[in-house]
């Protein structure tokens, strides 16, 4: 196969030179550097590359060009490889251009001119865009196939399953005429969906998680029976504590249930975390964190439930939902919350055909004209405002307060107040929701007066509240009455009722009431909500399991 390409467009000829220099220097040997004078010029030669069939790897455009700028031709090129990582070079007083160049192609950076030193400026940046590029899935390879119907639950899961873990695939509708093939072929109907074809031609109807975990590539089932580390949930301080602990030599497995990333991991972008200050995708953040632990070692198993975990002298004991069990010097629990649902009549019915919960970002492009509803008056809410925005005729986000200020970033609710399409609802509830196979209508009331009203909607988005999945913990883990675990200084005096501390020594800042189980993120009580505190927890969770072994 032929080197994959770097194209830079500049109509500056000094400019040019510079960067195209520079980059031969650092990568010549691995990718072909072309340089074009203008976007016409570069989407020709980017043309004779697809008909070539030679991969783009990344392109770096200029923002001032006569004729086409550099976000017209990122957007045009986007269509012929849409792969291809996306770079914008802007002089300092175009910054605000090449911000809001993220939201119409993607920006995957924007790079300042003078770039000097490449060494600090340039080759940070293009070794981490070529990296994902490299791990991105081709969509020239075999390929996943779904077929389903729009508004069936069952589909929908599926759907968010292999979307969440990042496994290519191919939508394809019931009634269009490769999903009937394909399900005759099957000997199925329409009624039958979901159907999955593996990549290698295996057929899977209406598969569990951990069929389809298992066909199309996820690891299931561990390597070992013991550990030193086991974490139990890959949310960011999942996540966090996995690279830590694998990184310093520990035998680390990470456990999740559904899919890397967590609520994070839905997010649309996250803009407040250290160190991307152009924002990042959860997806991206996940996905980069995921091979990191995996890059020093960490084992991860998805689609693996615990179901138990019990204490068997100085080991600890997780049993999983297969009724297979593995062991651990120390457990970090790290298994975050969910969206509570919402109480309203008729919309349980509904859920996965027109009630999500979480941002469902992939079904984005079906939302295109009509109206969006999203619930909830948190930062995951208003991101999902902002990115809906960019397909729904009309977002409307729906708080219960009088306000959004108490609850979201002011940097978010700055960029919703600019988006022409968001409306928020204030005062108002959800209280049903109507229709035959899926959500046509939904009942709202506002709280200050009582009036109640009926609109059209298709489309309702929840991300309310914070539960914690933590019953499979009682009696042996001390929580609070919400269901979230205590620790440290958090933990019950000796007269409780709850499980409480057993040994001399005060337990660690992260310890639960178990020696040797930690708790990190979101599942802990009094944690603050936020991914970078999410990570730093898992961090320090392992200090601590450091220190507890040190002491065995």
């Not at 910054?95 to 300042?112: C, E, K, R």
């Not at 890959?234 to 456990?255: D, H």
Request: glycine residues 8%.
């Amino acid at each position: 196969m032929a080197k994959a390409t770097i194209l830079t467009v500049d109509d500056d000829p000094g400019v040019s030179r510079a960067i195209a220099r520079d980059l031969r220097r650092q990568y010549g040997d691995r990718f072909r550097v072309l340089r074009a004078p203008s976007g016409d010029e570069a989407l020709e030669a980017l043309r004779e590359l697809k008909l070539r069939g030679d991969p783009v790897a990344v392109m770096i455009a200029d923002y001032r060009m006569p004729a086409m700028n550099g976000v017209q031709f990122l957007e045009a090129a986007m269509d012929l490889f849409p792969r291809a990582r996306r770079v914008l070079l802007t002089a300092y007083a175009d910054t605000g251009a090449a911000i809001d160049a993220i939201n119409v192609v993607d920006l995957d950076h924007y790079l300042l001119k003078p770039w000097s030193p490449p060494e600090e400026n340039l080759y940070p940046v293009l070794d981490t865009l070529l990296d994902l590029w490299d791990t991105a899935p081709d969509p020239d390879a075999p390929e996943t196939r779904l077929v389903g119907h729009r508004w069936s639950a069952p589909s929908f899961a599926v759907r968010e399953f292999l979307a969440r873990n990042l496994v290519p695939y191919r939508w394809i509708a019931a009634d269009e005429p490769e999903g009937t093939e394909l399900l005759e072929a099957a000997g199925l109907t329409a009624a039958d969906v979901p159907l999955v074809i593996t990549t290698d031609g295996k057929a899977l109807h209406a598969p569990t998680e951990a069929e389809l975990a298992e066909r199309v590539g996820l690891n299931t089932s561990p390597a070992s029976d013991f550990y030193d580390v086991v974490v139990i949930g890959a949310g960011p301080a999942g996540l966090g504590a996995a690279v830590y602990a694998a990184s310093e030599g520990l035998r680390t497995v990470l456990v999740e249930r559904s899919a890397t990333g967590g609520q994070a991991g839905q997010s649309s972008r996250i803009e407040n975390y250290l160190g991307f200050p152009d924002g990042v995708s959860g997806a991206q953040l996940t996905d980069r964190a995921r091979r990191q632990a995996a890059r020093f070692g960490a084992e991860i198993l998805s689609a693996t439930e615990v179901v138990a975990l019990e204490a068997a002298g100085a080991g600890r004991v997780l049993r999983f939902a297969d009724d297979t069990s593995i062991g651990a010097h120390t457990v970090v629990l790290a298994t975050g919350v969910s969206y509570r649902r919402l109480a309203g009549a008729h919309l349980d019915s509904f859920k996965g055909a027109g009630v999500f919960y979480g941002s469902a970002s992939f079904e984005a492009a079906n939302c295109r004209g009509d109206d969006v509803y999203i619930v909830g008056g948190a930062n995951s809410a208003g991101q999902a405002a902002v990115y809906f925005s960019r397909y729904a005729g009309a977002v409307h986000l729906v708080i219960r307060g009088p306000d959004v200020a108490r609850s979201m970033s002011h940097y978010l609710i700055q960029q919703i107040q600019a988006v022409p399409n968001i409306r928020i609802r204030t005062c108002t509830e959800v209280m049903a929701g109507d229709g035959s196979d899926h959500l046509e209508k939904l009942t709202l009331r506002d709280n200050r007066t009582g009036t109640v009203s009926t609109v059209d909607a298709s489309w309702l988005f929840v991300f309310i509240g914070a539960e914690p999945q933590t019953d499979w913990l009682d009696g042996l883990v001390a929580r609070d009455g919400r269901g979230f675990v205590l620790t440290g200084p958090d933990l019950p005096a000796a007269s409780s009722r709850s499980p409480r501390w057993p040994l001399t020594r005060a337990p660690y800042h992260l310890e639960t009431s178990v020696p040797g189980v930690f708790a990190a993120g979101d599942v802990r009580a009094e944690s603050v909500k936020r991914v970078a505190s999410a990570v730093g927890e898992g961090a320090m969770a392992v200090t601590l399991v450091h220190r507890y072994l040190e002491a065995q």
